[in-house]
């Protein structure tokens, strides 16, 4: 399926429309299969590409995508992380926050530190491992998200009101610096890159400031980052397609919340991705539900099939194995 996705991310038409992710997709018995604990994965490139590509080996979704957490932009800007245990089997999240105010960000010397370093190793090595078969994410935060992880939220809404102008000049930095994150991404291995704007979302912060700051800053980013350029956003967004059709993506995924056949209407020019609900589907249901909601969404016209977000890592082998469907 290597082959084909890539045809489909150039823009090609496909006789098939694939199954896969560019999204965080490893499991509990993906992880067990290779001897990992969760926790450990994160600090050893080689631990983190046999987890990457545990998926693939298990299934045949012929993807893997790394980092497996969101937050090494922002550790790379100098924020420390909560590495949680492996009873606990949760990703990496923020300790504390960097800045009160998005006039910091002017200050931040963005440099490739942190585990980004690690992160691209660990591409080479899943690329090395089953890059002639499957296709390899790389996950970056969109700006406003990578926003939310470095500065107080209550004080980033106040400052969009009272000083626009500052926090649009605070994300498009942001963006440069995620930008040189995706190039060494790509560099490294990478097929493609996903951008996951989770908390930009207009679902989350509506339209209008979607378009007013993140827009910009999403179209900042796409623009410096080589095709093909994957934009995911959660929450319901039929509203805001037209918005998502001018951010400079190849393709938009969506979330189990959205109205496809509306989405498809809107999205003329662009590929669109989604939207299997991965809790109530892929987590908790069974491989006829995942079946009757993979055929939902190719009825509804997505160019690929994709889950509405990450997968929860306790997801069943057999649930992604019927999203594929043998392909």
């Known amino acids: 399926m290597r082959n084909e996705i890539l045809s489909l991310l150039s823009g090609k038409k496909t006789d098939i429309i694939p199954a896969f992710s560019g999204l965080i997709h490893v499991t509990a018995e993906g992880l067990a299969s290779e001897g990992l604990a969760l926790q450990e994965v994160h600090h050893d490139a080689g631990k983190m590409a046999r987890a990457a590509a545990s998926t693939f080996k298990l299934t045949g979704m012929p993807s893997a995508a790394l980092p497996l957490d969101f937050c090494?932009?922002?550790?790379?800007?100098?924020a420390e992380l909560i590495f949680y245990n492996n009873d606990e089997m949760q990703f990496p999240q923020v300790r504390k926050l960097l800045f009160m105010s998005t006039r910091e960000v002017a200050a931040i010397k963005p440099t490739l530190g942190g585990r980004i370093p690690l992160i691209c190793d660990a591409m080479r090595l899943t690329k090395q491992d089953i890059g002639k078969q499957a296709v390899i994410s790389g996950i970056l935060p969109g700006p406003y998200t990578l926003m939310i992880y470095i500065c107080k939220v209550q004080n980033l809404v106040h400052e969009m009101k009272n000083e626009p102008q500052m926090v649009l000049d605070a994300l498009l930095r942001l963006s440069s610096f995620l930008s040189t994150i995706g190039n060494a991404y790509r560099e490294a291995g990478a097929d493609f890159i996903t951008i996951h704007e989770m908390g930009g979302s207009p679902g989350f912060i509506g339209p209008k400031?979607?378009?007013?700051?993140?827009?910009?800053?999403?179209?900042?980013?796409?623009?410096?980052?080589?095709?093909?350029r994957v934009l995911s956003v959660c929450g319901k967004t039929d509203s805001a397609m037209s918005l998502l059709a001018q951010t400079g993506a190849d393709a938009i995924s969506v979330d189990q919340l959205n109205d496809l056949q509306a989405s498809r209407a809107v999205l003329k020019e662009t590929m669109l991705f989604g939207n299997v609900d991965p809790v109530a589907t892929l987590w908790q249901g069974n491989e006829g539900l995942v079946a009757e909601a993979v055929q939902r969404s190719k009825e509804a016209g997505v160019d690929a099939v994709w889950p509405g977000c990450d997968l929860v890592i306790q997801t069943p082998l057999k649930n992604i194995k019927s999203m594929t469907g043998g392909q």
Request: cysteine-free; charged content about 10%.
């Open 209 to 228: 400031p979607f378009e007013g700051f993140v827009l910009p800053a999403l179209q900042h980013l796409t623009s410096s980052l080589p095709r093909p």
């Open 72 to 78: 090494s932009p922002a550790e790379a800007l100098g």
